[in-house]
């Protein structure tokens, strides 16, 4: 990789920044356990997969269809 390219260069500033980084690493690692914690976790708990539950294998286009013109009128 070319030492004056714009990538390499990006690459290298953000390289620097995190390696010279003290509270920053513990400031990411709180924010990557949020993260998991709510599109993992909470998603499996509090935000069950409502068209397996109450579409057919498959006629999931129908249901939806027929659901958003049931709430239009």
Do not use: C, Q
Not at 11 to 30: E, H, Q, S, V
């Amino acid at each position: 990789m070319r030492k004056n390219g714009f990538w390499y260069r990006v690459f290298d500033l953000y390289y620097d920044g995190f390696r010279n980084m003290t509270l920053g690493k513990t400031l990411w690692a709180i924010i990557l356990i949020k993260l998991f914690i709510m599109f993992a976790i909470l998603k499996v708990f509090f935000f069950p997969n409502f068209l397996k539950t109450h579409a057919e294998k498959g006629g999931e286009a129908e249901f939806v269809s027929k659901e958003l013109i049931e709430r239009g009128n």
